[in-house]
């Protein structure tokens, strides 16, 4: 169905909030100078110079989430100049808006929420020589909200990244990032994650279609690979995964004594029964050796433990200076969940 550029002229002074669905729209006979939320979801090849000029003759844009189904073509280079969306407080891209290159385009002084999907491999083709989803190492200046990050939450096929400046949301196609290992942080190049202080590990621990509880399987050389590229990490949160790799990586030696140096605080949540108290124990009592303990381990189980598990427990005292257990509920780790960067 189209939808003229001419109706109302074109113009309404006063509208505030605007959702254009599978329209066949031109974008440059628009003008909304009072506009503050754009939703715009079409199968029509629209340019990123429509989308940037239609953008820049409404200045008061807060919310804009685009969705463009269609083939993916290559990302057309920057320009010298960028169009800037001084209100623009949160930015949605799809796939194919991602793929676009439209990031690029614009500079963003106070945007605090970015959410994109694609396969990020930081180069201009994924592997199967498409377009691959990606921001120009030129943009980051221009995103305050890609810089500072030190709080990353790592999900299967996606990612959550935060900081003082706001909040980045990714997601990949489904198996690109099935396993928790360094790519979770250095694929979203050129964003910098080097500072990050905070550290979650996770999945909902129930199944979407409401199967049995589940957790997340590791792989040492995974979870080795991570840990080596967040030497600054001060706390861990696990939440639905399988324990034993990780516990058994916190307690490698390294040059500089062990893997994730900082830790002090380590949380677990046993959502799915998965619980490697040896495992755990061994890496606490590694890291006092190295020099390096923790300084506090909680333990937050889905209902009673028996009491020889908690006698198991206990034995962490010898070499954490802190531990708590208790009955608690697994927090909601989903990479769109408003909360998800700040739980």
Not at 219 to 248: D, H, M, N, Q, Y
């Amino acid at each position: 169905m189209k939808f003229p550029s001419t109706v109302f002229g074109g113009r309404l002074p006063k509208l505030t909030s605007l959702t254009l669905h599978f329209l066949h729209t031109d974008l440059r006979g628009f003008s909304f100078p009072s506009l503050t939320q754009f939703t715009f979801a079409t199968a029509t090849k629209t340019s990123v110079r429509d989308l940037t000029s239609f953008l820049e003759r409404c200045p008061l844009l807060e919310f804009v989430e685009i969705h463009l189904t269609y083939t993916q073509e290559p990302p057309i280079a920057p320009p010298r100049k960028r169009v800037r969306l001084d209100a623009l407080k949160e930015l949605r891209l799809d796939q194919t808006a991602s793929t676009s290159g439209l990031i690029d385009h614009l500079i963003l002084p106070q945007c605090i929420e970015m959410a994109l999907k694609g396969q990020f491999t930081g180069e201009v083709l994924d592997q199967s020589g498409s377009p691959a989803a990606r921001i120009h190492p030129s943009s980051i200046d221009h995103l305050p909200v890609t810089r500072g990050i030190t709080k990353a939450v790592a999900m299967p096929n996606s990612c959550v990244l935060s900081g003082p400046n706001g909040t980045l949301r990714f997601c990949c196609f489904e198996g690109t990032r099935g396993k928790f290992d360094a790519e979770f942080f250095t694929s979203f190049s050129p964003i910098s994650t080097l500072e990050i202080r905070e550290l979650w590990v996770g999945q909902n621990t129930k199944s979407s279609f409401g199967g049995g509880p589940k957790h997340w399987k590791q792989t040492a050389s995974g979870v080795r690979s991570a840990f080596e590229v967040l030497t600054k990490v001060e706390e861990l949160t696990i939440v639905g995964c399988e324990t034993k790799p990780i516990f058994a990586m916190l307690e490698t030696a390294t040059d500089e004594g062990v893997l994730l140096p900082r830790l002090r605080r380590l949380s677990i949540y046993v959502g799915c029964g998965d619980l490697d108290i040896p495992a755990l124990v061994r890496c606490s009592k590694a890291r006092k050796e190295h020099l390096q303990p923790l300084g506090e381990v909680t333990i937050v189980f889905t209902e009673a433990a028996a009491s020889a598990l908690l006698a198991e427990v206990e034995s962490l005292k010898d070499f954490a200076a802190e531990v708590n257990y208790r009955v608690g509920v697994a927090p909601t780790l989903a990479w769109d969940d408003v909360d998800c960067g700040n739980v």
